[in-house]
């Protein structure tokens, strides 16, 4: 395991620390906040026993995918700082690109994941807690490098299965620079509207039916944009309706989320 900064990470600054093994790189970037750490830190392993998702769920990721986070301090809101997880969608898309995915290949999910074709690759988990310095976020991410859990609520892949040969530490290398550049553009969430124009255009799913569940509810309708504060936003029989949190489903993934 040789984990290192990209070039233009090193020159914004960035550190990091690398384990052989870690339970999750975000709960590890938690607990070094009180310590006074308040970033530009990455944390990065490629053995994550114990790391989580979204709403609570696992994450499962075997010796040889990529989980890392990055820990920033902002002087924006809660609201602006969950606006990282498109930042985090445009750097993974641009690392994986730079490891050999032909253009075109990984499409964005909202709200913050990246798919290749129709299957799940790379999950983004945003955790921001108050420090004395302003807002402290922590922005994990974990690519299927090798191998992608099955059995999953949406279907997932690895850059293994999708015959893309590299390692998680050349990924890292990549996805750090990426993240320099795309959080640069964000600017604390003042660069938001640019964030939004790019990751629009690799929006999976755009113009086309979804359906959106949260926990009992479902709503159905078309993907029409997200809006300024990265909501979803779907029309459906004449209305239009905004959703802040949920789960997205389209195409045979529809029927399926739907089961
Ligand atoms: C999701 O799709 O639900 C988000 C998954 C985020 C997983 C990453 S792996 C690195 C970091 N550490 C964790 O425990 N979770 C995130």
Redesign the pocket.
Known sequence: MSFALGPRARSAQYRLVSFDTLN????EALTRLPTGECGQLWLATVH?TA????RQ?T?I?PSGNL???VIETLTADHTKAATLGFVAGLALEAALRQVGGDAGLFRLKWPN?VLAGNAKLA???IEAKTIPDGLAAVV???VNVVAAPEDTPYPATSLKTLGIVTDAETLFSALADAWAEWFAVWDHGLGFETIRTHWLARAAGLGAPIEVRLGERVIGGVFETIDEAGRLVVSYGGGVTTVTAGDVYFGAAMSAGAA
């Open positions: 999750s790189t975000n709960a994550q790391g989580h998702g979204r769920r994450w990721s989980a890392c986070s994941d999950g983004v988990l994990g991410m974990g």
